[in-house]
C-alpha cells in the first residue's frame, strides 16, 4: 500500500482493522483469507455450501449455513463485511446487496471483490449506486504484489 492510499485489497483491509474488531465473512467457503494471521478479530463466516470444508472454529472464529438473500444476523452488527468472489454466484443481487449494508455497522466498511467481467460490472456499479447514500469510493487499477 502506497503512504497516504486507502486499502484497497483484501489482506491491506484485515491489516488495518483495529484489535478486536468483529468481521463479516460472507460467503466465505473454507475462508476468503488465513484467518491465523489475524487471531484478535472477531471473525462470523457464513456460506450456503463449505465445498472444501468451512474454516476452523475457534473461540474468536463462528461458522454458520446461511443464504445472503436472508441472513440470520442483527443489523448494524459488523465492522468489516467482506463479501469476496460471491455476488457473481447470487441469483437475488439487490437482496444480497441489501443484506451485506444492513449487518454493516454506520461508518464500517462493506468490502465487495467480483472477479472481472464488463456485464457483472455494469451490475454492480448500478446497484453501488443505488446503495451509496452517502459516499462510493472508486480505487483505480493497481496490482497487488
Known amino acids: 500500500m502506497r ?3 486507502p486499502p484497497v485489497f483484501l489482506r491491506e483491509v484485515i491489516a488495518a482493522l483495529p484489535q478486536g474488531a468483529r468481521v463479516l465473512d460472507a460467503g466465505c467457503g473454507p475462508g476468503s483469507w488465513p484467518y491465523s494471521e489475524r487471531p484478535d478479530l472477531d471473525i462470523t463466516g457464513f456460506d450456503i455450501e463449505f465445498p472444501p470444508g468451512p474454516p476452523k472454529r475457534t473461540p474468536l472464529v463462528r461458522v454458520f449455513r446461511a443464504d ?9 452488527r459488523f465492522d468489516l463485511t467482506v463479501c469476496h ?15 451485506l449494508v444492513r449487518v454493516t ?3 464500517g466498511t462493506l468490502y465487495l471483490s467480483v472477479p472481472r467481467g464488463a456485464a457483472l460490472e455494469y451490475r454492480l ?3 453501488a ?6 459516499r462510493l ?3 483505480t487499477k493497481r496490482r497487488e504484489n
Not at 449506486?129 to 452517502?134: F, K, M, P, R, T
Request: hydrophobic fraction near 35%; charged fraction near 30%; glycine fraction near 8%.
Open 85 to 99: 468472489y460471491v455476488l457473481e454466484h447470487v441469483t437475488e443481487l439487490h437482496a444480497c446487496c441489501d443484506e
Open 68 to 76: 445472503l438473500a436472508h441472513l440470520p444476523v442483527r443489523r448494524e
Open 125 to 127: 456499479c448500478r446497484v
Open 3 to 5: 503512504p497516504g492510499e
Open 129 to 134: 449506486g443505488y446503495l451509496a447514500n452517502d
Open 105 to 107: 455497522k454506520p461508518g
Open 137 to 139: 469510493v472508486e480505487f
